[in-house]
C-alpha cells in the first residue's frame, strides 16, 4: 500500500478503537492528571483529533525498512540514512519491522517514553506529525523546500494548538501501537503479504484480501476516496454531541 492510504486507514483505526479503550488505566490518566491538573476518563476531542493524526503518522513507521518509501523520504539523509539500516537489520522490506512483534515493541516504546521524558515524548509527537502530513500529501507539487517548509511550519502549528489545549499523551503508546499494527493489516490485504509472526518467516495473507496492488489505480481512485469518507464520518460521530 502507499504511503497515503497507510496514513488514512491509521487515523480510521484510531477514531474507530481510541474512544472505547479511553478508561484503560494506561490511559486514564496518572500522566494528564500531572500535565493538567484535571483527571480524565475520557479522550477530549482535541485528544482524538491529535491521537488520529499521530496514529497516521505512526502508520508509516513499518515502512522504514524501505529507502524509497514516503517515511524515508521525509526527512532527507536523515531519514535515508536510518532507512537503509533499518532495511539491513530487519531483513529487507517487509521484514521485521512489518510485524506484530515490532507493533508492539514500539507501542510499550513510545508509552515508557512518554511517561519518562517528556521532551523525547514531544520529538516523538512532532516527528509524527510531520510524518502524516506528508503522507497524505501536504506540500508544494514539484517543489521539496517548499513542501519541507509547510510542512515543518503546520507541524509546528499543530503542535502548538494541541498544548494550548491542554492535550495529553498517555495514549501515545496506543496510537503508536494501533498505527503499525493497521499497516501490518494493510499490507496483508496485498498480494506479498507480510510475515506477521517474525521471527518466523512464513508470509500471511488475509483469506478476504482483495488483491490490492500498490500504487494502481484502485487504490488512488476508489479507495483513498472512500477512506477519506471515512474518516469524516467517524470524526461527525465522535465529535457529535450526545
Not at 67 to 90: D, E, M, R, Y
Not at 160 to 175: E, H, K, N, P, Q
Not at 182 to 210: N, Q, S, Y
Request: net charge positive; glycine share 14%.
Amino acid at each position: 500500500m502507499m504511503g497515503h492510504t497507510h496514513a488514512m486507514t491509521g487515523a480510521i483505526a484510531w477514531l474507530g478503537l481510541a474512544p472505547p479503550l479511553a478508561a484503560l488505566p494506561l490511559l486514564n490518566e496518572s500522566s494528564r492528571f500531572i500535565e493538567t491538573g484535571i483527571m480524565a476518563t475520557a479522550l477530549s476531542p482535541a485528544e482524538l483529533i491529535a491521537g488520529a493524526i499521530i496514529c497516521a503518522g505512526a502508520a508509516m513507521l513499518p515502512d522504514l525498512d524501505h529507502p524509497s518509501a514516503t517515511i524515508a523520504q521525509t526527512f532527507g539523509p536523515v531519514t535515508w540514512g536510518l532507512s537503509k539500516l533499518v532495511a539491513w537489520i530487519s531483513g529487507g522490506h517487509r521484514g521485521a519491522t512489518h510485524s506484530l512483534a515490532f507493533a508492539v515493541a514500539l507501542g510499550f516504546g513510545a508509552h515508557w517514553l512518554a511517561s519518562t521524558y517528556p521532551i523525547g515524548r514531544d520529538i516523538m509527537v512532532v516527528l509524527l506529525i510531520g510524518l502524516a502530513l506528508r503522507a497524505i500529501g501536504v506540500g508544494i507539487p514539484g517543489n521539496k523546500i517548499g513542501s519541507v517548509l509547510i510542512n515543518i511550519g503546520m507541524t509546528a502549528g499543530l503542535y502548538a494548538v494541541f498544548m494550548s489545549l491542554g492535550v495529553g499523551y498517555a495514549w501515545l503508546g496506543l496510537a503508536v501501537g494501533v498505527g503499525c499494527l493497521i499497516h501490518v493489516v494493510g499490507d496483508c490485504m496485498t498480494e506479498r503479504g507480510c510475515p506477521v509472526l517474525w521471527p518466523l518467516g512464513a508470509k500471511f495473507v488475509l483469506p478476504w484480501k482483495i488483491g490490492i496492488k500498490t500504487g494502481r489505480k484502485f487504490e488512488q481512485k476508489i479507495l483513498a476516496p472512500l477512506l477519506s469518507v471515512a474518516i469524516i464520518g467517524l470524526l461527525f460521530w465522535r465529535l457529535a454531541p450526545v
